[in-house]
């Protein structure tokens, strides 16, 4: 067996045979191609490209009208009245916890909902505009309903909570899917005149 002889600096010497030299080149290949092989079994695929734009409004936020919960459920026993979807004559909310229907509602029908808690500080007589956009379908439609409400004209002593329903369809229809929904509550500047 050969030996390749090196001398070191100060005069020792090492011996390192050419079977070590080709069998650490051989551990090194292997290493080298275990780990292109793992590298190569986890990947990240691109998906469609997505594209967005526009533009940032400050805003605050109406401390008087406030979300208190969300959730999905079924048209409640009494059918909820139907808010208005014509500036200038929103609905006026009642004096005490009320349902209401952002669209047409349906007795026993799946509902997404929203409970608004109108606070006790709520300007008199004001009207609001509230959009709401609703993602559903195994191919999304997008569903754009607006609606408007009017504080009353004396505030109720306490904060009141309202239920607002969104009417998804019959359960016994099929699968429902609901992919997202977004809600904006506006003031108005005066009954009549919206954002």
Known sequence: MATINVTKPGGWRSGVT?????????????LLTMGWVVAVS??????????????????SSLTYWTEASVGVGTQPGVLP???????GTPTVLAAAATNYAIN????????????????TTSPV??????????SS???????????????QAVIPGTAV?????????????????????????QQCGAVGTCP
């Open 18 to 30: 050419r079977r070590s030299v080709l069998g650490g080149t051989i551990i090194a290949m292997l």
């Open 42 to 59: 986890f990947s990240i695929q691109n998906g469609t490209v997505e594209t967005g734009g526009g533009f940032y409004h400050g805003t």
């Open 81 to 87: 009245t139907a808010l208005s979807t014509t500036v």
């Open 104 to 119: 047409a509602p349906t007795l026993n029908d799946l509902a997404h909902f929203w409970k608004f808690t109108e606070a």
């Open 125 to 134: 007589s004001t009207e609001l505009e509230l959009e709401f956009t609703v």
């Open 137 to 151: 379908g195994a191919v999304p439609v997008i569903t754009l309903v607006t609606v408007y409400i009017q504080t």
């Open 161 to 185: 909570t309202f239920t607002l329903f969104y009417d998804l369809g019959s359960a016994s229809s099929g699968t429902i899917t609901l992919n997202s929904v977004t809600e904006i509550s």
